[in-house]
């Protein structure tokens, strides 16, 4: 028996079935032999959960109850987060509100810090690729450079996003930031993403005598889809007669586009801000066809790829409660099975994009983890 929850909706007539999923909730199933009974879903900010009416019987299905298992000072924050599912229909929309929040993040006044918008050529003969840069005025000495991915699913976002945390870790790591405006799926499918990333890289690495980097220290960093196209980046920077990357820095990296199709997922990841139905849009839209079919390239989901030796030193970090919980701790074992310096970092009762409820003393640990973790890749 199985019903398609939505908050606030007492359910009715549910079918008979396997488990199931679409874009407007979850079907949840008890059994295929169940009659026909009525459910009634009850979800509020503070209490989700789901009573099952079998005969006389109450069942409570505790994998629809996450809640109670987030971290009580991360709550809060989640009603911070869209409830619009991401489908065709609704990405303009949701594109347009992350720029507007984009918008009303206030930019901290750092006058040790010079910011641009400047314009680097693409290596692959498409269009030039916007870039945000951050540096310190004044330096003595070559600088290290970070190449930063922002977040979006693969299918939204902006370098914006992460504006004054750029700002700040310019100011207070001493290096270099460039964050990039890569193309966008599902108007600009891969390989487009990965050939905007990897030009920015190759470009500064062609110019940094006059740009002031050292090219020995020039990493990359980035989250959630941003993390994805991060690793790619560094598989396909590996693989490459040209420049490597120094590191790789990835918080909740998207990096397995089975996980979108798996029907054995963690009973308690991905009911929160970034669900499995999302993660099927936002893959479907960067690969053009089905998430899990033979074939996808590593160079889209660096998890597919067979040999991970010869990767940068790494960091991951990722929430107990994020769909990219296992994708992210079975990456970080295989990089460290093939030789690769690995930090892993996984935040208990915490959710996918959790960074927001910025007060909580997890928040404040996992931003103090990832400093630290580029402070050290930087500067050793």
């Known amino acids: 028996m199985s019903a398609k929850i939505s908050p606030g909706n007492a359910l009715k007539r549910p079918t008979k079935g396997g488990i199931t999923t679409d874009s407007f909730g979850t079907e949840v199933t008890t059994g295929p032999e169940q009659e026909e009974m009525p459910i009634h879903a009850h979800l509020s900010q503070s209490n989700y959960y789901l009573i099952v009416l079998l005969g006389h019987k109450l069942m409570r299905l505790p994998f629809m109850s996450t809640i109670e298992l987030v971290d009580p000072e991360l709550r809060d924050a989640l009603a911070l987060w869209p409830l619009l599912p991401l489908t065709a229909e609704s990405l303009m929309r949701r594109r347009a509100d992350a720029l507007e929040l984009i918008a009303a993040v206030p930019k901290p006044s750092l006058p040790d810090i010079a910011t641009d918008e400047i314009h680097v050529g693409s290596a692959f003969g498409a269009k030039p690729i916007r870039v945000l840069t951050y540096r310190p005025v004044t330096s003595n000495d070559p600088l290290p450079a970070i190449v930063h991915i922002h977040g979006g699913g693969f299918v939204m976002g902006a370098p914006e996003m992460k504006d004054a945390e750029n700002r700040l870790f310019a100011s207070e790591l001493r290096c270099a930031i460039y964050s990039v405006d890569h193309r966008l799926a599902p108007e ?56 490597k990357f120094a590191f790789q820095h990835l918080v909740y990296p998207m990096i397995d586009d089975r996980t979108a199709v798996r029907k054995d997922l963690h009973p308690y990841v991905g009911e929160f801000v970034w669900t499995q139905e999302n993660n ?101």
């Not at 600009?188 to 890289?201: F, G, Q």
């Not at 050292?214 to 007669?241: H, V």
């Not at 994708?327 to 009762?349: C, F, K, Q, T, W």
């Open 188 to 243: 600009s499918p891969h390989p487009a993403p990965l050939e905007d990333i990897y030009s920015v890289l190759t470009w500064l690495h062609a110019n940094a005598g006059q740009l002031g980097l050292d090219p020995a220290r020039i990493g990359i960093k980035g989250e959630s889809g941003g993390g994805g196209f991060a690793a790619a980046a560094a598989l396909y920077a590996r693989d490459r007669q040209g420049p």
């Open 280 to 380: 099927y849009f936002g893959w479907r839209s960067l690969l053009g066809e089905e998430p899990g079919a033979a074939g996808v390239s590593p160079y889209a989901a660096a998890a597919r790829a067979a040999d991970v030796s010869g990767l940068p030193p790494t960091y991951i970090s990722v929430g107990g409660l994020d769909l990219f919980l296992e994708e992210n701790m079975i990456y970080a074992d295989r990089l460290s099975r093939a030789g690769v310096h690995v930090e892993l970092h996984m935040y208990p009762r915490a959710y996918h994009g959790f960074y927001r409820a910025t007060n909580a003393r997890v928040t404040k640990q996992a931003e103090h983890d990832n400093r630290e973790a580029l402070r050290r890749f930087l500067h050793g």
